[in-house]
T-cell receptor
Framework: GENVEQHPSTLSVQEGDSAVIKCTYSDSASNYFPWYKQELGKGPQLIIDIRSNVGEKKDQRIAVTLNKTAKHFSLHITETQPEDSAVYFCAASFGRGNKLVFGAGTILRVKS | GAVVSQHPSRVICKSGTSVKIECRSLDFQATTMFWYRQFPKQSLMLMATSNEGSKATYEQGVEKDKFLINHASLTLSTLTVTSAHPEDSSFYIC??????????????FGPGTRLTVL
């Protein structure tokens, strides 16, 4: 079935450094790849997304890259700040009707 | 735009009772909504797709008689956990797709409902 693998499971960086989270998906028909940030006790918040007709997308300190041939995509956060600390989830679309399958999540800790 | 709300934010109930959770799209209409369950320190697992005007479709392994879904209007879907047991305790989150300016349907999530069954 559809599967998304996400690495690493935890990531600690020093404030100001960059953070990279990688995901691999199994369904070659997937064409939409969002990234969500989830803080404790809250719902996921969309931070950036990319569609299969684009290889890279950037929004200020956040960027996502997509390699459809290899079926993997990555989240890049530059100049990390303590408020970036949270759990980050990647997801990939599958089937019909906008369904998403999520990766296992990455706990990002930014140390000041 | 694209705000999704849930009510209640947390609920505690006794084993054997039923609990209803509401999901509303506040500033847009949604013919489809999604219900997820998230256990502590785990990922989101899709439970079912709620369809306005028709039956919900459930993911494999999800008991449709236990998790009743009703999509009453273009802005409201409800999830009822029937005969709840302690193992149903979890964080339930809904989402709704919205086209907006991003092109294509982007899923926006509600704040979640923490269910604790005693």
């Amino acid at each position: 079935g559809e599967n998304v693998e996400q690495h690493p499971s935890t990531l600690s960086v020093q404030e100001g450094d960059s953070a990279v989270i990688k995901c691999t998906y199994s369904d070659s028909a997937s064409n939409y790849f969002p990234w969500y940030k989830q803080e404790l006790g809250k719902g996921p918040q969309l931070i950036i997304d990319i569609r299969s007709n684009v290889g890279e997308k950037k929004d200020q300190r956040i960027a996502v890259t997509l390699n459809k041939t290899a079926k993997h995509f990555s989240l890049h956060i530059t100049e990390t700040q303590p408020e970036d600390s949270a759990v980050y989830f990647c997801a990939a679309s599958f089937g019909r009707g906008n369904k998403l399958v999520f990766g296992a999540g990455t706990i990002l800790r930014v140390k000041s | 735009g694209a705000v999704v709300s849930q009510h209640p934010s947390r609920v505690i109930c006794k084993s054997g009772t039923s609990v209803k959770i509401e999901c509303r799209s506040l500033d847009f209409q949604a013919t489809t909504m999604f219900w997820y369950r998230q256990f502590p320190k785990q990922s989101l697992m899709l439970m079912a797709t709620s369809n306005e005007g028709s039956k919900a479709t459930y993911e494999q392994g999800v008991e449709k008689d236990k998790f009743l879904i009703n999509h009453a209007s273009l802005t409201l879907s409800t999830l009822t956990v029937t005969s709840a047991h302690p193992e149903d305790s979890s964080f339930y989150i809904c989402s709704a797709p919205f086209s907006g300016t991003r092109g294509g349907d982007t899923q926006y999530f509600g704040p979640g409902t923490r269910l604790t069954v005693l």
